[in-house]
């Protein structure tokens, strides 16, 4: 049976925010997301395809557990310049230490560097790290439904409603799609790798995209290498996309996130 690297990741996860607890009180993370001023809505730029036909959060990140170093001396200021220079519709940052190698400093970088609303991804177990979330400036947080379950969902998608943040809820099955939807998710983000095993099949967004209801935006997330791979998603009624390993592995990522958008370097469309 294959290593349930997910579990690997929670455990550690819950380790981890014990430790961070005992360094700086939820109490005053909280006092810290209350005296923020700046929001940027990420569902705001997702609701309709941009000018390109498609919306794409460009990610930050250094490393992964399935595929190792990707890009250790990641600047993530410059990351962020780079994206916005190229189209992105938001930016995704990995502040996972342990298994991707960031931290909320690349996240404080990055937002400090663009316009963009920006979205820290990483695995959410307590309700400490959406407080910490928005006191560190985050626009939006990704919560992952396989790992919460439903009442944990929505407790905690509750508590980034008062705390002006914006949910992603991640989904890979349909089972996660049903705690998604019962938990009210509106914009929903679907793996098409399993976090389990870090197997991708990126025929798994455009199948349960199908099975989405009213009111829900849905975002395709890994395994997006290609302007083929978006065309296909987008053929499936999909336009937003989440796209990570190839934009950081690109010799000029600007460059890279155009060729994906279907544009040039004025913005114009190549796809006729």
């Not at 395809?49 to 990140?61: D, H, M």
């Not at 990707?70 to 992105?88: E, K, T, V």
């Not at 970088?109 to 790290?129: G, N, T």
């Not at 870090?198 to 302007?227: C, W």
Request: with cysteine.
């Amino acid at each position: 049976m294959p290593e349930d690297i997910l579990s690997r990741i929670v455990t550690s996860k819950q380790d981890e925010v014990e430790a961070a607890r005992r360094r700086v009180s939820e109490e005053t993370l909280w006092a810290e997301a209350k005296a923020r001023r700046s929001y940027r809505s990420l569902i705001r730029r997702l609701e309709k395809p941009g000018p390109s036909g498609c919306n794409i959060i460009a990610e930050i990140k250094r490393r992964s557990p399935s595929k190792g170093a990707i890009r250790p001396d990641l600047d993530p200021a410059g990351y962020a310049r780079r994206y916005q220079a190229g189209g992105a519709a938001g930016i995704s940052v990995l502040t996972d230490g342990p298994f991707f190698g960031g931290s909320l400093k690349d996240l404080e970088a990055a937002r400090d560097a663009c316009r963009l609303p920006v979205l820290r991804k990483d695995f959410v177990v307590s309700a400490y790290q959406v407080v910490e979330t928005a006191a560190r400036g985050a626009d939006a947080v990704l919560l992952i439904a396989r790992i919460l379950g439903m009442s944990r969902l929505q407790e905690l998608m509750a508590l980034c409603t008062e705390l002006r943040l914006e949910a992603l809820v991640e989904i890979h099955t349909l089972s996660d799609l049903a705690t998604a939807t019962a938990a009210g998710a509106r914009l929903i983000g679907i793996n098409n790798r399993n976090l389990q095993t870090f197997d991708t099949d990126i025929g798994t967004a455009p199948a349960l995209a199908a099975r989405m209801g009213p009111g829900q935006i849905v975002l395709a997330a890994s395994g997006i290498e290609t302007r083929e791979d978006i065309e296909r998603n987008l053929r499936a009624g999909i336009y937003n996309f989440l796209v990570g390993e190839s934009l950081v592995r690109a010799d000029d990522p600007t460059a890279a996130l155009r060729a994906l958008r279907g544009v040039d370097s004025l913005g114009r469309r190549t796809d006729g």
